[in-house]
C-alpha cells in the first residue's frame, strides 16, 4: 500500500503532494513502482497534528481519488476518521476506509461503514493525534492493543459490517513508546491469531526508528529501519504493508521470500 498525504503537515512528506496533479501523479507512479493499493489522506495524524475541517479534508483528498480512479483500478483507501469524508471518497471509487479511531470519531461512524459496504480498517490509538504520545501506559501492549480490535470489530458487525470486510492494524506510534511498539512488531502472528482478522500494518518512517538509530532524526533517512520492519510484518503474517517507498519494499520483499523459500530460485 503506497501512501499519498494530500497535507501540508504529515510527519514525512508534508506539502510534497499538496498540488492535485502532483499527488495524482505520485500515486500512479506508485502504482507503477508495485502498489496494490494507494492510501489517500488529507488530514496528519503525527503526534500533536491539530484537526482539520471536513471542508478542507474533502477538498484535499476526493479530487485525487476521482483522478487516480480515472486511469487506474488499483485498489483505493481513503485514511480518515470522519464519517463524511469516507463516504465522499467512497463514492469517487475508494475501496476502503481506513480509520485510526476505529470508528470512534462520530457516533454513527461504523452504522455508516456499514452502508458504504467498503472494507473497513479499524486502528488501535490510544487517546486522540494531539495527545496520544503523552506518557502511553500498558500493562500488557500486546492483549490490550488485542483486546481493543476485537472489541471494535465486534461493534462495527453489530452495526452491520460485514466481517470479510474488516482489516486491524495495530497502529505502530500511535500511543506508543519504542518498547510497546517493538513488542506489537514482534507479536503480529498473536495479534492475528487472537483477532481472526487481516491485519494492515504501518511503520513506514516513523519516529521509533530515529530512537533506534539517532543518525535517523529526518524521516527520510528511515528506510532501512522502514524495510526491516516490513520484511518482519510480511513474516509474521501481514496482509498489507502500508509504505511510503513501495519500490525499494517491494524489492526487499521479493529478495527475501526467495532466499526463504530457496525452490522457488529454480524460477529464474
Known amino acids: ?29 506508485l502504482i507503477a513502482q508495485g502498489a496494490d493499493w494507494l492510501d489517500i489522506g488529507g488530514e496528519s495524524t503525527r503526534p500533536g497534528a491539530m484537526p482539520v475541517d471536513v471542508k478542507d479534508e474533502i ?39 481506513n480509520d485510526v479511531s476505529a470508528g470512534r470519531f462520530a457516533d454513527d461512524s461504523l452504522e455508516i461503514a456499514a452502508q458504504l459496504n467498503c472494507k473497513l480498517c479499524l486502528m488501535h490509538m490510544l487517546g486522540e493525534p494531539r495527545s496520544m504520545q503523552v506518557a502511553p501506559r500498558y500493562k500488557d501492549v500486546v492483549s490490550e492493543v488485542a483486546a481493543f480490535l476485537i472489541e471494535r470489530a ?24 519504542l518498547a510497546h511498539n517493538l513488542e506489537l512488531m ?20 516513523k519516529r521509533f526508528i530515529a530512537e533506534i538509530d539517532t543518525n535517523a532524526q529526518n524521516a527520510q533517512q528511515r528506510l532501512g529501519g522502514s524495510i526491516a ?8 503474517g501481514a496482509d498489507i504493508i502500508r509504505v511510503h517507498d513501495v519500490q525499494a519494499t517491494q524489492q526487499a520483499l521479493k529478495v527475501y521470500s526467495l532466499l526463504s523459500i530457496p525452490s522457488e530460485l529454480d524460477d529464474f
Not at 485525487?64 to 480512479?69: K, L, P, Q, Y
Not at 514482534?186 to 518512517?205: M, Q, V, Y
Not at 520492519?229 to 509474521?236: D, Y
Request: zero cysteines.
Open 154 to 177: 465486534n461493534l462495527a458487525v453489530k452495526a452491520g459490517v460485514k466481517e470479510s470486510n474488516i482489516w486491524i492494524d495495530p497502529g505502530i506510534g500511535f500511543g506508543k513508546t
Open 229 to 236: 520492519a516490513a520484511v518482519n510484518a510480511a513474516e509474521l
Open 59 to 97: 477538498s484535499r483528498v476526493i479530487p485525487v481519488v476521482t483522478g487516480i480512479r480515472a486511469h487506474t483500478d488499483a485498489l483505493i483507501s481513503i485514511d480518515t476518521m470522519k464519517p463524511s469524508v469516507a463516504i465522499a471518497a467512497v463514492q469517487a471509487g475508494a475501496d476502503m476506509w
Open 1 to 29: 500500500m503506497g501512501i499519498i498525504n494530500v497535507t501540508p503537515d504529515s510527519f514525512s512528506d508534508g506539502g510534497q503532494f499538496t498540488a492535485m496533479d502532483i499527488a495524482i501523479e505520485h500515486g500512479l507512479n
Open 186 to 205: 514482534r507479536n503480529l502472528d498473536n495479534l492475528i491469531e487472537a483477532t481472526g482478522l487481516p491485519l494492515l500494518f504501518g511503520a513506514s518512517r
